[in-house]
């Protein structure tokens, strides 16, 4: 069978399921009693704890109280560079070998980006290459893999009410409260929650949407979420932040490398002989330290835009298969192209700071 065929057969079982039974709870079709719509997976901003270190092992306070899905997700999109870089290395052929397929494509894009990153940085190329390109690499195979089916979809099982009330716990502790006043939340939360009963009902190795009763409530039981194995990296705050801050660190080690410790005199200006003569010369320390402050806070716009567009982009693709699922198609080829473009700016923005970093402006 032909790719496409396969494609468009995807599109009709989509349709179908999404289309016709994803609306309203469909009752009695082959025994079934409940709608065939996705069940949203959890939503919260951190990344969600999905395996745990035992009590008292001392890995503990390392990796908070586990490995959560965002930080394996960040691993495996390491694993395919580390792959791509293993499979695609250079290799040598004779001149009637030509290469094509996937290796083919990949070094156009490689040579492309190369010669880019020359026209910008001229002698620091081979410097500034690796960040550019890796921070290219590292962020959109971490964007487009949260695009794959099931990627972000398949976990775990949790309890609703438990989940939340351990959530509240955690910050009550965090903000300073005694063990016995973060108990007390868990079990207010909790119940809480258990009053609530708005979530989805576990049958067996399924989770699915319940039906209402005739006052409007769901069944008992109907209190599960799905916690994903895996969540795109970037919808963490931690990595984003993380590669932020490498990127700004790195753009001041270059400038400082470049021109050594003149390069800080744009940011720390105190010329007393030059205030004396004119006191409005005081202005220019006044507008060196602003720089200073606007150099820091690029981790800040760094991280909240990478942050905000992909942690966005995730939640619109969850609440409109919730609603329609054939609707995320339109959707899905929208996040695509964001996942490119906001690896693509981080990038560049990162090149362009690097290589602005490496020009003094003269003493004035």
């Given at each position: ?153 398949v976990g775990k099982y ?127 320390t006044g507008v060196g ?76």
């Open positions: 069978m032909k790719k496409r065929y396969v494609i468009y057969l995807g599109v009709l079982l989509l349709i179908f399921f999404g289309g016709i039974f994803g609306l309203d709870p469909v009752s009695g079709w082959l025994g079934l009693d409940f709608s065939f719509a996705p069940v949203r997976p959890f939503i919260q901003l951190p990344g969600e704890v999905v395996f745990r270190w035992p009590e008292g092992s001392p890995l503990v306070g390392l990796f908070a109280k586990g490995l959560t899905n965002t930080f394996m997700a960040a691993l495996l999109a390491w694993v395919v560079i580390l792959l791509m870089a293993f499979l695609l290395k250079p290799r040598s052929r004779t001149a009637d070998e030509v290469p094509t397929g996937f290796y083919n494509f990949f070094e156009l894009i490689f040579e492309g980006a190369y010669n880019y990153v020359e026209r910008s940085a001229g002698k620091w190329t081979k410097a500034f290459f690796p960040f550019f390109m890796t921070f290219i690499l590292w962020i959109l195979i971490s964007n487009w893999m949260g695009l794959i089916p099931g990627f972000d979809s949790e309890d609703v009410a438990h989940f939340e009330a351990e959530l509240a716990e955690e910050a009550a502790l965090k903000s300073g409260a005694t063990k016995e006043e973060a108990h007390h939340i868990f079990e207010e939360v909790e119940h809480a929650v258990e009053e609530a009963n708005d979530e989805a009902l576990q049958r067996g190795p399924f989770l699915v949407n319940p039906r209402p009763d005739a006052n409007g409530k769901n069944p008992e039981g109907a209190k599960w979420t799905i916690v994903p194995f895996l969540r795109p990296a970037a919808t963490d705050l931690n990595f984003t932040l993380a590669i932020a801050i490498i990127s700004v660190i790195m753009t001041q080690y270059y400038g400082m490398r470049a021109q050594g410790i003149r390069y800080w005199k744009k940011f720390f200006v105190w010329d007393g002989n030059k205030i004396a003569k004119s006191p409005l010369a005081v202005m220019d330290l602003l720089e200073f402050i606007s150099e820091v806070f690029k981790i800040v716009s760094f991280a909240f835009r990478l942050l905000g567009n992909i942690f966005a982009g995730m939640v619109l693709l969850f609440v409109i298969s919730s609603l329609l699922p054939i609707a995320n198609l339109a959707f899905y080829f929208l996040e695509f192209g964001v996942g490119a473009l906001q690896a693509l700016v981080f990038a560049l923005l990162t090149l362009t700071f690097m290589a602005g970093s490496t020009h003094g402006h003269g003493d004035h």
